[in-house]
């Protein structure tokens, strides 16, 4: 499908962004405000955590009307094998910003250890390629439906190689957990109608992730579920994201979230049953973008899986 540039300011100004340097980085994580549920994405030491098989599929709009704007889908599966003494799993990440095509696969493998008797302590490693190219055919470039030369065809498809890392403390109420889920740092320079590929690991580039939560059982049929997020990158504004959701009757979540710089959110979900959880969030933007946006709306669906001989009598709280 054609895209116009025509008033379209949201992408004009991604292309801006694009053309103003030939050098581009191949990596960056994806935003989710619902990443409790989808915390493998950024720390391999997550696998295995639910004590048995779980798959996750997440889809997010990116601030609705808004030209060019990301969407996302992201799918993890994992579970623990060796008498949960150790944890894998697969992470996969299809998004579209503009005319940029990003595909993310990753395994993981965490190394479980029991902590008197409380708690499970992993370690964690992840490794994948990221796969990206900007599709400049899908352009239109004037009213008049001609095109440019320059932009006839799509760039290189670009495949970068990566590895991860996570720590990752669990008790039946309580999570706690660091990563660093791209130790190498990929950047391409577009020249000649090619692609050059460099990678380096530097530490100033990486992204570091601390979480935590915990559940505080206030009744029979209410508890509160609160958790954080810091995410650090040198020389880029350090952001914070905090939460609080009250389970009812162990059936309905409902809460708010706050990311800073970025968006107020709310979160509601219905726990069909003790494996099944369906959630949905609204992001309400605290930036420039929500004059020109409807906001931004995330869905998830998650399962647990029961082993044979073994049931699930909790639901999932992280």
Request: hydrophobic residues 40%; charged residues 15%.
């Amino acid at each position: 499908m054609k895209r116009s540039l025509k008033n379209s300011s949201g992408l004009i100004a991604l292309l801006a962004i694009v053309f103003s340097s030939t050098v581009s980085r191949a990596q960056y994580d994806a935003l989710f405000t619902n990443y409790m549920f989808n915390e493998m994405f950024i720390n391999p030491a997550y696998a295995g955590s639910n004590g048995a098989m779980s798959a996750t599929l997440l889809h997010r709009q990116q601030w609705v009307n808004f030209s060019g704007r990301p969407v996302t889908t992201s799918f993890s599966l994992h579970g623990p094998i060796v008498n949960e003494k150790m944890g894998v799993g697969l992470s996969i990440l299809n998004e579209k910003i503009g005319v940029l095509q990003r595909n993310l696969i990753y395994g993981d493998y965490a190394y479980r250890l029991k902590v008197q008797d409380k708690g499970t302590l992993a370690l964690g490693l992840m490794a994948g390629v990221d796969m990206q190219v900007n599709r400049f055919s899908e352009l239109k470039v004037s009213d008049d439906g001609s095109v440019d030369p320059q932009l006839v065809q799509n760039s290189p498809n670009i495949i970068a190689p990566n590895l991860g890392t996570g720590v990752y403390y669990h008790t039946k109420s309580f999570y706690g957990g660091f990563s660093i889920p791209r130790l190498i740092d990929n950047q391409m320079n577009f020249s000649g109608g090619g692609a050059v590929k460099t990678s380096k690991v530097q530490f100033k580039k990486m992204t570091y992730y601390f979480t935590a939560g915990n559940l505080f059982t206030l009744t029979d049929e209410l508890k509160l579920r609160a958790n954080a997020m810091i995410k650090y990158v040198a020389a880029a504004p350090l952001q914070l994201d905090l939460g609080a959701n009250l389970l009812i009757k162990e059936t309905f979540w409902t809460g708010l979230s706050f990311r800073t710089g970025s968006a107020i959110s709310l979160l509601l979900g219905y726990q069909v049953n003790s494996q099944f959880l369906v959630n949905y969030s609204y992001d309400y933007g605290v930036n420039q973008i929500q004059k020109y946006s409807q906001g931004s709306h995330e869905f998830v669906l998650s399962y647990l899986f029961a082993y044979k001989g073994k049931k699930v009598v909790t639901p999932r709280y992280f």
